[in-house]
T-cell receptor, first 114, second 112 residues
Framework: DGGITQSPKYLFRKEGQNVTLSCEQN?????MYWYRQDPGQGLRLIYY???????QKGDIAEGYSVSREKKESFPLTVTSAQKNPTAFYLC?????????????FGNGTRLTVT | SQQGEEDPQALSIQEGENATMNCSYK?????LQWYRQNSGRGLVHLIL?????REKHSGRLRVTLDTSKKSSSLLITASRAADTASYFC????????????FGQGTTLQVKP
């Protein structure tokens, strides 16, 4: 999706290091989401934010942290406490005021931790 | 928590045939959405059906929703090789407003 930029596309880190994944949007959407995708599984929600300076834990928040200082940006930090961080990470946005609006996704960051 | 269960997990058909994927869910919903994912890419929204709707069409896509059975189906007619992708259903429920819960997906292969 041209309106959501995730960087980098591929990221390699050594075990024990924290790493931050970037998500920037120019869609002027209020809500932003981080999902994790593992092979053979669907998407699982890590964190989401419906407004600047506020965010909530999703289903698998342990070992992750986020911030929402600007409407356009919602970075995700994968900490050394995350036991199995290797995965495909997807950022999404939603026009929150429209109750039935869909999610818009970035093209993901594939994180490999060795 | 995974709300949606999709069936089949994998589907292989010839170009020109129809492809049907099913999704079942557990709790009441506001709407159900279908997304497509090409390998290594983000998801793309295909169609949204509200809880008070029973059928919706978009081009070669037809989605049905049966709230009494808590199930939905996605039909792709006259499939093309370019339809090869993974397809996911996702539900937005009153108890989880703002949080879409995704199924595990159906991988569709369309052979030319």
């Amino acid at each position: 999706d041209g309106g959501i930029t995730q960087s980098p596309k591929y990221l390699f880190r050594k075990e024990g290091q924290n790493v931050t994944l970037s998500c920037e949007q120019n869609l002027n959407h209020d809500a932003m989401y981080w999902y994790r995708q593992d092979p053979g599984q669907g998407l699982r929600l890590i964190y989401y934010s419906q407004i600047v300076n506020d965010f909530q834990k999703g289903d698998i928040a342990e070992g992750y942290s986020v911030s929402r200082e600007k409407k356009e940006s919602f970075p995700l930090t994968v900490t050394s406490a995350q036991k199995n961080p290797t995965a495909f990470y997807l950022c999404a946005t939603k026009r929150e005021r429209d109750y039935n609006s869909p999610l818009h996704f970035g093209n993901g960051t594939r994180l490999t931790v060795t | 928590s995974q709300q949606g269960e999709e069936d089949p997990q994998a589907l292989s058909i010839q170009e020109g045939e129809n492809a049907t994927m099913n999704c079942s869910y557990k709790t009441s919903i506001n709407n159900l959405q279908w997304y497509r994912q090409n390998s290594g890419r983000g998801l793309v929204h295909l169609i949204l059906i509200r809880s008070n709707e029973r059928e919706k069409h978009s081009g070669r896509l037809r989605v049905t929703l049966d709230t009494s059975k808590k199930s939905s189906s996605l039909l792709i007619t006259a499939s093309r090789a370019a339809d090869t992708a993974s397809y996911f259903c996702a539900t937005d429920s009153p108890s989880n407003t703002g949080k879409l819960i995704f199924g595990q997906g159906t991988t569709l292969q369309v052979k030319p």
